[in-house]
């Protein structure tokens, strides 16, 4: 299994790297986040980005960033707490899901880059991450988007 996972979301999604996207499409209705396009999610009213199984012995980070919602570009974000987006990871293929942050609704309209440890229970050969909003309002309600995906460990240095 891969030990790292870089994404730009410049180009079409890969099958090497992800095993699930609910509610999103790449582009830039969001605005830009980092540069050029991004993951955004505003379709559906249950929305995911999942990795395939990576193997995390080594794990170190994930580093990312997102905008939740932004005045003015017709991204409106999420109107309370039941809209948040967590970020989680499972080490048994999706069966069951563990917490590691909550992207809160009301934290910010503008872009904010994540720095997340990796847990020491989700350092296995075989780990999946997710961002998961399991409640958003309906189509072009609750606005996010993800940018520059970095999934590191001591591997991607050697």
């Known amino acids: 299994l891969p030990r790292f996972l870089k994404e730009d979301f410049e180009s079409s999604l890969s099958s090497n790297k992800w095993a699930w996207v609910g509610g999103g499409t790449i582009g830039t209705s969001c605005g830009t986040v980092i540069s050029g396009n991004a993951m955004v999610f505003s379709t559906g009213r249950s929305r995911l980005l999942e990795t395939i199984d990576l193997d995390l012995t080594m794990g170190t980070t994930i580093q990312f960033s997102v905008r939740v919602g932004s005045s003015g570009t017709g991204c409106p974000r999420p109107s309370d707490n039941t809209e948040n987006v967590f970020v989680q990871y499972s080490a048994n293929g999706g069966v069951m899901w563990t917490l590691m942050a909550t992207i809160q609704y009301n934290?910010?309209?503008?872009?904010?880059?994540?720095?997340?440890?990796?847990?020491?229970?989700?350092?296995t050969a075989s780990t999946r991450i997710r961002w998961y909003q399991p409640i958003a309002s309906g189509l072009n309600l609750d606005v996010w988007a993800i940018d520059d995906v970095a999934i590191d460990s001591i591997a991607s240095s050697l």
């Open 107 to 123: 934290e910010f309209p503008s872009l904010k880059s994540y720095n997340l440890s990796l847990p020491n229970s989700s350092k």
